[in-house]
């Protein structure tokens, strides 16, 4: 990777030749005129606007692109691929689009339906006050004059001719009636050459601009481009599998398009904000099954999937996926709680390849699934499976249905005192005991309303005894201190201590004769204790918040093993073991 830097002129000149492309994952131009303004102010105050990261186009390295979204007039008539004979190569522009997009139509006069203007006055009067309103847009007519306003306005592509624009600075600064309310240039040879002097020097400035160009290795392997693109990208967009994806298949097939008229058709995939790349790994799952082939979903690999197959294939899989997603949800999971989208996507290829087994009955075969998914999710340190994970796990499976080879399970170690410590949302985890709990909390448990994604999770005692009465933080925050809520219940409860809602449910149950029904939904949402228990109220006192930590504990721990079964081995843990 090496790093070049061009003059305004000289970039210029290299777009006008067509020496940059687009790649069909790029958004389009959607900068704001607020912002082009901004970027050309920089460039007048010589302030670092960034580097434009870009990548040679070589014959091994072939993406989909377009040109640089202007109406430009090339020196080259032909299109960008007529510069493959010519010793300049077409670099494909990763990160900065925005930018160069922006330059090529201000300096290039190349808008479509505005012409871009410097206001001498302006500049003048407000330009050392940090005003950028001396950059100005006017919509493009018939003609597009190099001066406007009574040669007040200049167009911006002029002042690459210096000849030219200190011609055109003279005559506003000395003969513009213009100026004839400004006392200081009146009649005053001294003032007005020191203002047009100050005026060209803007001008002179943003000619010698320099911009940064970063310059990737030619045979930089896939991944490199995409963590390079992340690590320079200022504007934190993530260069994605899928969208590499899109630009190397477009336009059969157009994988953007298919992708699109997926999430209309399946609008949980939608719901769950999947990426494209987990309908790929589906697909590369499901032709490594069919040909033999090792099963590692890896960017290279789904990068080098027949294209007819993706055609072919693109709706089941996209189907088998949402179907996949659809079962997560079923499991307890929503868009703010899925512990992991590969294993998902694992499950999605299942399906596809091995649809005879998964019809059998579903006692037979939900409970495997269903102890194989959670033991995944809740190993100690897990996160989005890997590509070598997602191929292994994918592998196992089908073994398992079509050889009978036992599922390997992992070994899940819980106890009363690692699930109080368990207390990061962000935490996979977390995450998978919440939607374990939530298989069998299916109303919310004050109003009994049925839950939907609308949801938050609430502190059952509050965070506020954190100050007031020093109770720790990271055991107010456990997830065994966690209960999912509808959004209205969760603010009517606000900081609210436990012991006072707890005592209201318990005479509006009395009172209105549903006691059963109160003492199911307790027994749903995993709280421990009945309505009618003398100290049922009492156990939600701040004095008996570690009582009631460790008793909720011991419900949640059955739960789970209700669900892993075996995989689970309870520990009775030191604290030393906890460190």
């Not at 005692?461 to 009465?469: A, D, I, N, Q, V």
Request: proline content about 4%; aromatic content about 8%; overall charge negative.
């Amino acid at each position: 990777m090496q790093t070049i830097t061009y003059e305004l002129g000289t970039l210029l000149r290299r777009v006008k030749s067509s020496l940059y492309a687009i790649p069909q994952f790029q958004r389009d131009f959607v900068w704001t005129e607020s912002q082009v303004r901004l970027l050309i102010d920089s460039f007048a105050r010589n302030y670092p606007i960034g580097s434009l990261l870009v990548l040679a186009r070589t014959s091994e390295n072939q993406l989909q692109s377009r040109s640089v979204e202007a109406l430009i007039e090339n020196d080259n008539p032909d299109s960008i691929d007529s510069n493959e004979d010519t010793g300049q190569e077409v670099h494909y522009v990763l990160d900065g689009q925005q930018r160069l997009t922006s330059i090529a139509r201000v300096f290039l006069n190349a808008n479509k339906s505005r012409n871009y203007y410097f206001d001498l006055r302006k500049i003048y009067e407000s330009f050392e006050d940090e005003e950028t309103g001396w950059v100005v847009s006017r919509n493009r007519g018939k003609a597009d004059p190099d001066r406007k306003d009574k040669n007040r306005l200049l167009r911006a592509d002029v002042v690459l001719d210096q000849q030219k624009t200190d011609i055109y600075v003279t005559e506003y600064i000395e003969d513009s009636e213009d100026i004839k309310d400004i006392p200081e240039l009146v009649n005053n040879k001294s003032a007005q050459r020191k203002a047009a002097a100050r005026i060209k020097g803007i001008f002179e400035v943003i000619r010698k601009y320099q911009i940064p160009i970063v310059l990737l290795d030619r045979d930089a392997p896939v991944e490199s481009v995409c963590r390079v693109f992340e690590t320079i990208n200022s504007t934190g967009t993530r260069l994605t599998t899928f969208d590499l994806a899109v630009a190397k298949f477009f336009p059969n097939p157009n994988l953007r398009e298919l992708w699109d008229d997926t999430k209309r058709q399946c609008p949980e995939l939608l719901s769950f904000d999947v990426d494209g790349e987990r309908v790929l790994q589906v697909l590369a799952l499901w032709d490594a099954k069919i040909n033999n082939r090792p099963q590692d979903p890896t960017r290279s690999v789904l990068l080098s999937i027949n294209k007819e197959f993706i055609s072919q294939n693109w709706q089941v899989a996209a189907e088998s996926l949402s179907d996949a997603y659809k079962w997560a949800r079923e499991n307890g999971a929503t868009p703010k709680n899925l512990p992991n989208h590969g294993v998902l996507a694992v499950i999605a290829a299942f399906n596809i390849v091995c649809n005879e087994f998964t019809k059998k009955p579903i006692s037979s075969w939900q409970p495997v699934l269903k102890r194989w998914y959670f033991s995944k999710v809740l190993e100690t340190g897990a996160k989005q499976a890997s590509n070598y994970r997602i191929g292994k796990d994918f592998s196992m499976l089908v073994k398992y249905a079509e050889d009978n080879i036992p599922l390997d399970f992992p070994i899940i170690q819980l106890s009363i005192e690692r699930l109080i410590k368990i207390s990061k949302p962000s935490d996979t985890r977390y995450k998978s005991l919440q939607c374990i709990m939530a298989t069998t909390a299916n109303a919310d448990l004050l109003s009994g309303v049925k839950l939907d994604d609308n949801l938050e999770d609430h502190h059952i005692f509050p965070r506020s005894l954190y100050k007031k009465h020093g109770i720790p933080l990271e055991d107010l925050d456990s997830i065994i201190n966690r209960i999912i809520v509808s959004k209205s219940t969760n603010q009517t409860l606000s900081d609210k201590l436990p012991s006072e809602y707890f005592n209201d449910l318990k005479e509006s149950a009395m009172s209105s004769g549903i006691v059963s029904a109160t003492d199911k939904r307790l027994q749903d949402c995993l709280i421990p204790g009945s309505i009618e228990s003398p100290d049922f109220v009492e156990q939600f006192e701040r004095e008996r918040f570690k009582e009631f930590l460790r008793n909720r504990s011991e419900i949640i721990l059955k739960k789970v093993e209700q669900v892993i079964g075996e995989s689970l081995k309870s520990t009775n843990d030191t604290d030393e073991d906890l460190d």
